[in-house]
T-cell receptor, first 113, second 117 residues
Framework: AQKITQTQPGMFVQEKEAVTLDCTYD???????LFWYKQPSSGEMIFLIY??????QNATEGRYSLNFQKARKSANLVISASQLGDSAMYFC??????????FGDGTTLTVKP | GAVVSQHPSWVICKSGTSVKIECRSL??????MFWYRQFPKQSLMLMAT?????????EQGVEKDKFLINHASLTLSTLTVTSAHPEDSSFYIC?????????????FGDGTRLSIL
């Protein structure tokens, strides 16, 4: 079974600063994918970034980067230069497991002006 | 642009009414779609996996007769909440994988907010 743990229910960050959202995972699979999604208050789920278990380099997508530490089973999301529009709920997920993804409980990020 | 379209986005109806929610894949075929339920400030709870041309696979604890899923075509899956009651009020969201390669991210519809009075 796969499990995702996000230990930060809520985080605050000052506008223009960087913030790290924590994610640890557990799986017995040798090959897997790790994903981060953003859910604004409007409800839609937006895919942000992906890291494969065999990827040696950390994934980056614009202001988003994934700090992947395989030995520690962590896949933290780093958002640089935070913007007010980054305020949302963020979910870490992994998959596939029989085609399905496993989601963490989420972290609510609030960016302060 | 959106690759998964979900309708309606908001439903308010009386107790006892059945409500149908549609999830369409745009410009791609989705043999598998997923239906989730989400309560405020909580994670997504997988309800069922919708399989084109066959019966849906429900997660443990999800009532099959309450939440009817039909996936009659490669681009459309529907979730019908039958005889809805206030406790069925929630946010429902569907998703599909774009392509068949491993480790594809899920693409989500915009969700449906269901309120049963």
């Amino acid at each position: 079974a796969q499990k995702i743990t996000q230990t930060q229910p809520g985080m605050f960050v000052q506008e223009k600063e960087a913030v790290t959202l924590d994610c640890t995972y557990d799986t017995s699979d040798q090959s897997y994918g790790l994903f981060w999604y953003k859910q604004p208050s409007s409800g839609e789920m937006i895919f942000l970034i992906y890291q494969g278990s065999y990827d040696e380099q950390n994934a980056t997508e614009g202001r988003y980067s994934l700090n992947f530490q395989k030995a520690r089973k962590s896949a933290n999301l780093v958002i640089s230069a935070s913007q007010l529009g980054d305020s949302a709920m963020y979910f870490c997920a992994m998959g596939p497991n029989a085609g399905k993804s496993t989601f963490g409980d989420g972290t609510t990020l609030t960016v302060k002006p | 642009g959106a690759v998964v379209s979900q309708h309606p986005s908001w439903v308010i109806c009386k107790s006892g009414t059945s409500v149908k929610i549609e999830c369409r894949s745009l410009d791609f075929q989705a043999t598998t779609m997923f239906w989730y339920r989400q309560f405020p400030k909580q994670s997504l709870m997988l309800m069922a996996t919708s399989n084109e041309g066959s019966k849906a696979t429900y997660e443990q604890g999800v009532e099959k007769d309450k939440f009817l899923i039909n996936h009659a075509s490669l681009t459309l899956s529907t979730l019908t909440v039958t005889s809805a009651h206030p406790e069925d009020s929630s946010f429902y969201i569907c998703s599909a994988n774009l392509g068949t390669a491993d480790y594809q991210p899920q693409h989500f519809g915009d969700g449906t907010r269901l309120s049963i009075l």
